[in-house]
């Protein structure tokens, strides 16, 4: 049996983390939605940030939902923006529902598996500013994030303009990282990718998360600058050849 719980977080009066079997799977902030305590997810909101202009609503497709801190930062930034959240854990999302209710308008949360979302949002004609791909059952991401015709479909239901942001956990030398943009390249050939993390971790030298933004046509300079600027630091963002030479050394 799954044992799914809260703890209070020692490093703010009002933070909460979401255990899982006891590992730690979401950080909220229920006074301030707008606190991301996790680096990754920080770097996250920073491609929301840049994805349109300040305030303006947007759509994004959240594939994971955990605490749904992401689905509140943009709620709580980006007011009137349209948001669906895909978690195919029914039990994880009652106890997030009685514990930390989240804003009833502008979210809708779906019980479904993440690669069915995605095709049930193509039949229904969704599109979207951003997709973002965050799921993971304990330490693993399931094998699907990594097949490019589940990418392709993703990239499929993007506006003009939008993204699909991947949180990638990965071990030292970027072994997922490295999987994870050969997969995009093979969904869609020519496709834009662009990596940040902490820099001792893009260097492939340590353990940790690195996101992956990735679109079809031209990623919007101002995602860059914004990540570049935001931290936290020390930050590596990186794309086109030197994103290239990162992964695959000189040829």
């Known amino acids: 049996m799954t044992r799914i719980e809260f703890e209070a977080d020692v490093f703010s009066p009002h933070g909460l983390t979401l255990l899982v079997d006891g590992s730690a799977q979401s950080h909220l902030d229920l006074d301030d939605p707008t606190h991301l305590f996790f680096e990754y997810l920080r770097r996250v909101g920073h491609v929301v940030d840049a994805i349109a202009l300040p305030g303006a609503p947007i759509a994004v497709l959240h594939l994971g939902g955990g605490a749904l801190t992401l689905p509140r930062y943009v709620d709580a ?22 514990k930390a209710p989240w804003p009833a308008s502008g979210i809708e949360v779906r019980i479904v598996d993440a690669e069915l ?3 049930d949002s193509a039949a229904r004609g969704e599109h979207f500013d951003v ?3 965050d799921v993971y059952t304990h330490l693993d991401a399931p094998a699907f994030v990594d097949d490019p ?20 956990a990965d071990a030292a030398g970027l072994a997922r ?3 994870s943009a050969r997969a995009f390249a093979r969904a869609v050939p020519g496709a834009e990718l662009l990596a940040v993390g902490d820099a001792h971790v893009l ?15 031209t ?15 020390p930050v590596t963002v990186l794309a086109g ?7 695959w050394g000189a040829c």
């Open 77 to 98: 930034t980006r007011p009137g923006s349209i948001q669906i959240v895909v978690d195919h854990d029914a039990e994880l999302i009652e106890v997030v529902r009685a």
């Open 117 to 119: 979302a995605v095709r």
């Open 131 to 133: 997709v973002v791909i």
């Open 149 to 168: 015709s589940f990418l392709a479909a993703c990239l499929g239901l993007l506006r003009e303009g939008g993204v699909v942001v991947v949180n990638i």
């Open 177 to 179: 990282l490295r999987t």
């Open 203 to 217: 260097d492939g030298g340590e353990e940790g998360n690195t996101v992956l933004v990735a679109t079809s046509g």
């Open 219 to 233: 990623l919007p300079e101002a995602i860059a600058l914004r990540l570049d600027a935001g931290g936290p630091f």
């Open 241 to 247: 050849a030197k994103l290239d030479f990162a992964l």
